[in-house]
């Protein structure tokens, strides 16, 4: 049997982007054949990983301390998976190693100091690799335009729809509910978000309000209430804090539309969550995002506040006279991502590279 060693720490921030990745994927392995396997997790809290997924996979206690090189993990597996590119967290030796690289944000964010640190770790990462596999092609070619990748094997491997079949009529209602007709959003308030964008458009749409979830702690998130109140849009715009997955939910089953104007996306999984409901997604028409929302999303090619209302009310009143293919198209696209294949690409590689 092949031991492989997936660095899954990241499962102990359920509610972050890597988190929920790390969980389907591993949700999705669980679902595969793995007798030719022996998977090990690395998990902060084993009890609680061991009581979902049994004796499936086998499970190594996270303590931080292994981030640091005297402390890293000595045991020789056949394959070590690191699950984003972001991880400090290395193995000992020299093993077989395959990188998921979802996004290279880092060369764009932050200090001079930053980029230059977060650049220096992502180079050593790809010397140690013996094939990456990315979730979209255009974090494929933003990493191949960016870095000098070595001669290896390269995948792009799409992640999968989150949401399961939920039934709405149970789905409870969060405290924050409008009144009107609601557009949706959600992600953490930054810049790359572009949430600015929205509350400009609600100007010239009093007809709407606006909901927008994620974590609002953020220096974004003051700037971005400031324009609320000088826009006087306290009252049609809804900033909920983090969420539940079930007030997620509601939020996309309910909404009219849901807008992602978000500047760069290394895959995209919100308007993909959208779709699964069947509402109209307007996304940015850059990055990963056209990949996601295929042929008959709605997209802004920029950000000019008049354009972005513009687009948004001609895709409506399409969607409106035609809802009966828009609704069946974003389901059935929806559909086409999907964990357990998914997962089963993930396991095709690995018995690439250890075979």
Same mark, same amino acid.
């Given at each position: 049997?092949? %031991?492989?060693?997936?660095?899954?720490?990241?499962?102990?921030?359920?509610?972050?982007?890597?988190?929920?990745?790390?969980?389907?994927?591993?949700?999705?392995?669980?679902? &595969?054949?793995?007798?030719?396997?022996?998977?090990?997790?690395?998990?902060?809290?084993?009890?609680?990983?061991?009581?979902?997924?049994?004796?499936?996979?086998?499970?190594?206690?996270?303590?931080?301390?292994?981030?640091?090189?005297?402390?890293?993990?000595?045991?020789?597996?056949?394959?070590?998976?690191?699950?984003? &590119?972001?991880?400090?967290?290395?193995?000992?030796?020299?093993?077989?190693?395959?990188?998921?690289?979802?996004?290279?944000?880092?060369?764009?964010?932050?200090?001079?100091?930053?980029?230059?640190?977060?650049?220096?770790?992502?180079?050593?990462?790809?010397?140690?690799?013996?094939?990456?596999?990315?979730?979209?092609?255009?974090?494929?070619?933003?990493? &191949?335009?960016?870095?000098?990748?070595?001669?290896?094997? &390269?995948?792009?491997?799409?992640?999968?729809?989150?949401?399961?079949?939920?039934?709405?009529?149970?789905?409870?209602?969060?405290?924050?509910?409008?009144?009107?007709?609601?557009?949706?959003?959600?992600?953490?308030?930054?810049?790359?978000?572009?949430?600015?964008?929205?509350?400009?458009?609600?100007?010239?749409?009093?007809?709407?309000?606006?909901?927008?979830?994620?974590?609002?702690?953020?220096?974004?998130?003051?700037?971005?209430?400031? %324009?609320?109140?000088?826009?006087?849009?306290?009252?049609?715009?809804?900033?909920?804090?983090?969420?539940?997955?079930?007030?997620?939910?509601?939020?996309?089953?309910?909404?009219?539309?849901?807008?992602?104007?978000?500047?760069?996306?290394?895959?995209?999984?919100?308007?993909?969550?959208?779709?699964?409901?069947?509402?109209?997604?307007?996304?940015?028409?850059?990055?990963?995002?056209?990949?996601?929302?295929?042929?008959?999303?709605?997209?802004?090619?920029?950000?000019?506040?008049?354009?972005?209302?513009?687009?948004?009310?001609?895709?409506?009143?399409?969607?409106?006279?035609?809802?009966?293919?828009?609704?069946?198209?974003?389901?059935?696209?929806?559909?086409?991502?999907?964990?357990?294949?998914?997962?089963?690409?993930?396991?095709?590689?690995?018995?690439?590279?250890?075979?």
């Amino acid at each position: 049997m092949k %031991r492989i060693f997936l660095e899954s720490h990241n499962l102990k921030n359920p509610y972050s982007g890597f988190g929920q990745y790390n969980y389907h994927l591993i949700k999705g392995l669980a679902a &595969q054949d793995l007798s030719d396997w022996k998977i090990t997790l690395h998990v902060k809290n084993v009890k609680r990983w061991k009581k979902e997924f049994g004796d499936t996979f086998r499970y190594r206690k996270y303590r931080s301390l292994t981030r640091h090189k005297p402390f890293r993990i000595k045991k020789k597996y056949h394959l070590w998976h690191s699950l984003n &590119q972001n991880i400090k967290i290395e193995p000992f030796f020299q093993l077989p190693y395959v990188l998921t690289v979802h996004d290279i944000h880092f060369i764009k964010e932050g200090s001079a100091h930053v980029q230059r640190k977060l650049r220096t770790q992502f180079e050593k990462k790809l010397k140690r690799c013996h094939a990456i596999i990315y979730i979209s092609e255009f974090a494929k070619q933003d990493t &191949q335009d960016n870095f000098d990748i070595p001669d290896i094997p &390269q995948y792009v491997i799409y992640n999968g729809n989150t949401i399961p079949d939920v039934t709405v009529a149970s789905l409870p209602k969060p405290s924050i509910q409008p009144e009107s007709p609601y557009l949706f959003s959600i992600g953490d308030f930054t810049d790359r978000k572009n949430f600015k964008a929205l509350v400009d458009m609600m100007r010239f749409l009093p007809e709407y309000h606006l909901v927008l979830a994620g974590n609002n702690t953020s220096v974004y998130a003051d700037s971005l209430r400031k %324009r609320i109140t000088d826009h006087q849009l306290e009252n049609r715009v809804h900033l909920t804090g983090k969420i539940s997955e079930a007030h997620k939910y509601y939020y996309l089953a309910h909404c009219e539309a849901f807008l992602f104007p978000s500047k760069r996306e290394g895959f995209g999984i919100p308007p993909l969550e959208a779709m699964h409901f069947g509402k109209p997604v307007f996304i940015s028409n850059n990055t990963s995002l056209p990949e996601i929302g295929g042929e008959h999303a709605f997209y802004w090619n920029h950000f000019e506040v008049q354009y972005m209302v513009a687009v948004f009310k001609k895709g409506m009143q399409q969607y409106q006279e035609n809802k009966e293919f828009y609704t069946e198209y974003y389901q059935e696209r929806a559909k086409e991502f999907d964990w357990k294949k998914t997962a089963a690409e993930y396991l095709a590689v690995y018995q690439q590279l250890v075979s």
